[in-house]
């Protein structure tokens, strides 16, 4: 029984020491989760930006400590914000003076497509909070599509797109976003 006891306490003070020094040597030789996801999303995905993923997730201190299911909502609530933030740099070009018929119906489209995508994560996101991943991906697939026709818009018009920054970051969040929550259950 002491004997026990004691390698119990030995265990106890081994673990106590390791945690007090070892997280970073952890880190250093395993990859921590945000990375390890965005590279095995960017490799099953051509279109997933492994910089671009590891940058926007890490971008969100709680990434760290999160699960799957965890990150799969931080990218949701990333490309939701980020499709916000689109909506109002379009209602800002819809203000500039002299705007062509033409490129005032891509931006009111474009404000459209935003303005649903936007929602499309946000319920994608309750999806997921209540088990129901099947669902969220039909919520997050109906959004991928968004940023690329807003281009489209332009380019149909042969019209120098103002947005292809930001259509370009909405997309890539969006992918992201699917393909982590392709991955869960
Ligand atoms: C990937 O994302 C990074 C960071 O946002 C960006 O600098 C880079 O240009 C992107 N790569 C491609 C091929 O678009
Ligand atoms: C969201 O979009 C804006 C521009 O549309 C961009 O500057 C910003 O970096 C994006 N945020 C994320 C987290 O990618």
Redesign the pocket.
């Known amino acids: 029984m002491m004997r026990f006891t004691s390698v119990l306490l030995t265990l106890f003070l081994f673990l106590l020491l390791h945690q007090g020094s070892s997280p970073k040597a952890t880190a250093a030789t395993h990859p921590d989760i945000v990375d390890e996801t965005c590279r095995r999303i960017a490799d099953d995905d051509p279109n997933v930006n492994y910089t671009f993923c590891t940058q926007?997730l890490r971008?969100v201190s709680k990434s760290k400590r999160a699960d799957l299911r965890g990150l799969a909502i931080i990218s949701l609530k990333?490309a939701k914000?980020?499709a916000t933030?689109?909506k109002s740099?379009v209602k800002a070009l819809l203000k500039e003076k002299q705007l062509s018929t033409y490129r005032k119906s891509c931006l009111q489209t474009c404000r459209e497509l935003y303005s649903d995508a936007a929602s499309s994560f946000r319920n994608s996101v309750k999806q997921i909070k209540s088990g129901r991943y099947a669902d969220a991906k039909v919520y997050i697939s109906s959004a991928v599509d968004a940023p690329g026709e807003c281009e489209d818009s332009f380019q149909e018009g042969d019209i120098t797109s103002p947005l292809t920054?930001?259509n370009y970051?909405?997309f890539q969040?969006a992918v992201i976003a699917l393909a982590i929550t392709s991955r869960l259950g």
Do not use: E, G, T, Y
């Open positions: 926007a971008s990333l914000a980020n933030h689109a740099r920054k930001v970051d909405l969040l």
